[in-house]
């Protein structure tokens, strides 16, 4: 099992410091595999490096209660002046392996690599593809509890992918998986459930289909919203305004949950804003989660007048929209 526990981070660059993943809350169970779904920047290859235990959070915290992998197929960690034979032999020893699981290693990487003699020369020598391959067969040679897998299976041509692929789900069962992968295909094969990073935040799916379902629901809204011109406000708060217009639904069922929805993600940002007072974080922090919380509020006046808007429109009376500007009222109703 594997908890994540008010994770936050972000990176500090001349670009800025938004938060790429703010206040996640999550449990793997042991046994179940699962698949982070989201857009390009969503920060999924982030959160598996944090469980991974390859970066470290700005806040929060990773407990591992079993044996967690490194990234499958990551190349970093070889030595360039030393051949593949030896960088093998080294990871071994370094996981503790005794002489003859040691052998072993050695002789499942170099079949399952499929460099020949390149096995033996430097891997300075070796293309990304060669290097890929070695690192790949490394990273399955060890029983590990959880593997973690960041597109691994886009590595090499067709048949070492098919190759990959059935090594994957030989494991699954014996250990489970976490994995970002392109591939809905290898998603839907080898994960039961599904983790969908969106603004930051992270939503559990026992069922990864229905994960992928409401991710491609999302990016058409989106795709709509541009192919109809509207145009996107550049500051911040209509731009959260523009985000959440987005994703209002056309009907009324849709748009009772999507209120009900609102109202849930409000209780969960005077949460976090409970714990960050109670924990005394850093004022800037404290200011992020503040303004979290008013942006939850502003959403939800959103759908509830989109909502009234229906309803009215379905009694034949002209809908009246407000003015969002000026609404105010009680947002906790």
Same mark, same amino acid.
């Given at each position: 099992m ?7 981070k972000?990176? *500090? ?10 206040n996640?809350?999550?449990?793997i169970?042991?046994g179940?595999?699962?698949?982070l ?12 490096r ?12 990773v407990i591992?209660?079993s ?5 499958v197929? &990551? /190349?970093?960690?070889?030595? #360039? ?22 052998k072993h290693?050695? /002789? ?11 096995f ?6 070796? !293309? !990304? ?11 399955l ?16 041509d067709?048949a ?7 090594l994957?789900?030989s494991?699954v069962?014996?250990?489970s998986?976490?994995m970002?992968?392109h !591939?809905e ?20 799916y026992?069922d990864v ?7 491609h629901?999302?990016?058409?809204a989106?795709k ?7 145009s996107i406000?550049?500051?911040a708060?209509n ?5 959440? /217009? %987005? *994703?209002?639904?056309s ?20 949460a #976090? ?5 109670? %924990?005394?974080?850093?004022?800037r &922090? ?17 759908a ?9 429109? %379905?009694?034949?009376e002209?809908p009246?929209?407000?003015n969002?500007?000026n ?7």
């Amino acid at each position: 099992m594997i908890e994540v526990k008010n994770l936050y981070k972000r990176y *500090h660059n001349h670009h800025g410091s938004d938060w790429v993943l703010k206040n996640i809350n999550l449990t793997i169970p042991q046994g179940v595999s699962v698949g982070l779904i989201g857009s390009n920047g969503a920060g999924k290859s982030t959160l598996l490096r944090l469980i991974a235990g390859m970066d470290s959070p700005e806040r929060g915290e990773v407990i591992r209660h079993s044996r967690v992998s490194w990234p499958v197929g &990551l /190349a970093g960690g070889m030595q #360039n002046n030393m051949t593949g034979r030896q960088n093998v032999k080294f990871v071994a020893r370094a996981q503790g392996c005794k002489p003859d699981e040691v052998k072993h290693v050695i /002789a499942f990487v170099e079949e399952f690599a499929e460099i020949g003699d390149a096995f033996d020369e430097p891997v300075r020598t070796y !293309s !990304s593809g060669m290097r890929a391959r070695l690192s790949f067969g490394l990273s399955l040679s060890f029983d590990f509890d959880v593997y973690i897998s960041d597109e691994a299976t886009a590595v090499g041509d067709r048949a070492f992918k098919e190759k990959a692929k059935a090594l994957f789900e030989s494991k699954v069962g014996q250990a489970s998986i976490i994995m970002v992968s392109h !591939s809905e295909g290898i998603l839907k094969d080898l994960c039961q459930a599904g983790v969908y990073l969106k603004e930051g935040e992270a939503f559990w799916y026992d069922d990864v289909k229905t994960a992928i379902s409401d991710y491609h629901k999302d990016s058409d809204a989106k795709k709509s919203t541009r192919q109809t011109g509207q145009s996107i406000p550049t500051n911040a708060a209509n731009k959260t305004a523009a985000v959440n /217009a %987005q *994703h209002l639904p056309s009907d009324i069922p849709g748009a009772k949950k999507h209120l009900q929805q609102c109202r849930q993600k409000l209780q969960k940002a005077k949460a #976090n804003l409970v714990t960050a007072k109670e %924990q005394q974080f850093l004022p800037r &922090l404290l200011h992020l989660i503040e303004k979290d919380v008013v942006l939850r509020q502003k959403e939800i006046i959103s759908a509830r007048e989109h909502l009234e808007a229906l309803e009215a429109a %379905q009694q034949d009376e002209p809908p009246t929209i407000p003015n969002q500007q000026n609404s105010k009222g009680n947002t906790d109703v």
